[in-house]
């Protein structure tokens, strides 16, 4: 199992979500973040010396995926989150050792 980590703009929300939901991803949690990372120098040398840059808008979706749908997730992600932009976000893969669903006791990817 694996937990995908995925930090996105806004526009390419609905449009990731729906594409996941119909590759079979039933469970994500979905957070509104604010972030800055490489682009944040960038945009200051872009922009006016008045303008200060802040943490973008962004949200995160988190998963936990049975090992064989990771790649096709990855790729969904890649294709549909890009913009080509700068603040275009990551995607991170994280091994999951264990997963319990509390309601039935279910261990391992039949609790995800």
């Known amino acids: ?32 973040v604010q972030g800055c990372g490489v682009h944040r120098s960038q945009l200051e040398q872009k922009i006016s010396r008045n303008y200060v840059v802040e943490f973008l808008p962004q949200f995160m979706l988190e998963m936990v995926l049975s090992d064989d749908k990771v790649g096709d997730v990855l790729n969904s992600l890649a294709a549909l989150g890009r913009t080509g932009r700068l603040g275009d976000g990551k995607v991170f893969v994280l091994p999951v050792d264990e997963a319990v669903r509390l309601r039935t006791g279910e261990r391992g990817d039949s609790a995800i």
Do not use: D, F, N
């Open 1 to 32: 199992m694996k937990l995908i980590k995925c930090i996105l703009p806004g526009p390419k929300l609905e449009i990731v979500k729906e594409a996941l939901l119909r590759q079979g991803v039933m469970g994500m949690t979905i957070y509104e």
